[in-house]
């Protein structure tokens, strides 16, 4: 067995779960958006502290051992058995990075978006109409689909490998472990690694608070 996803990670995978399913369901069922923005509040501090982590985390949770490359992706498509990292394979790289990036957009364009019906983003006052009107369309239309197709991609990607391939890693990401036929490096997952992952934490969210109560 090899400690591959540090606690820190497994924590910001569920929450952010949690965070998403709270977010559709409190804009599309609930229509509250003021919950709907705080769901958004917590996404960003989520997304940058995965950014952050991905430096300071622990050997599997650095985007230095998930570098998505073309060359690395085809390599993996054509022997996938030839691949010998326990942690993101070439194309889960892709996604994770795509994901990133679409959480990313889609918050600021809820951050720029005006919806006429009740709802302004804080800097929608700031920028032209016409930046606005673009910023609530791919909000309300393209972002939101485009974050769906990525979810049930990465849905589907997890159940393929734990039913088809007989990877187990739905587990690994509520342990940490996973069984691995070569020897590898484990990634650390120690007490000064969590409480560093709670000081960065901590110090994003109050930055997201403090710069959105002074927009």
Avoid at 60 to 79: E, G, H, K, M, N
Avoid at 85 to 97: D, K, R
Wanted: with cysteine; aromatic share 18%.
């Amino acid at each position: 067995m090899v400690k591959v996803w540090d606690l820190p990670t497994r924590v910001f995978h569920w929450l952010l779960v949690v965070a998403l399913f709270a977010s559709v369901l409190s804009a599309v069922y609930f229509e509250n958006l003021t919950v709907h923005a705080w769901c958004g509040y917590t996404i960003l501090t989520l997304t940058l502290f995965r950014l952050v982590w991905g430096f300071a985390g622990g050997h599997w949770s650095r985007f230095s051992t998930f570098i998505p490359s073309v060359q690395r992706s085809l390599r993996y498509l054509r022997q996938p058995s030839e691949w010998t990292q326990p942690g993101h394979n070439p194309l889960g790289a892709w996604s994770v990075w795509a994901m990133l990036l679409l959480l990313l957009l889609q918050f600021f364009s809820g951050l720029c978006a005006d919806d006429d019906a009740g709802f302004s983003g804080p800097l929608s006052v700031y920028i032209p109409n016409r930046f606005v009107s673009l910023a609530t369309h791919y909000h309300t239309h393209i972002g939101k689909w485009l974050l769906f197709v990525m979810t049930v991609l990465h849905i589907t990607a997890v159940f393929f490998y734990v039913l088809y391939k007989r990877q187990p890693l739905l587990s690994a990401m509520f342990t940490g472990e996973r069984r691995w036929p070569i020897p590898t490096v484990s990634t650390n997952d120690n007490f000064s690694l969590r409480i560093k992952a709670v000081l960065i934490f901590f110090f994003i969210a109050v930055t997201v608070y403090a710069g959105l109560h002074a927009i």
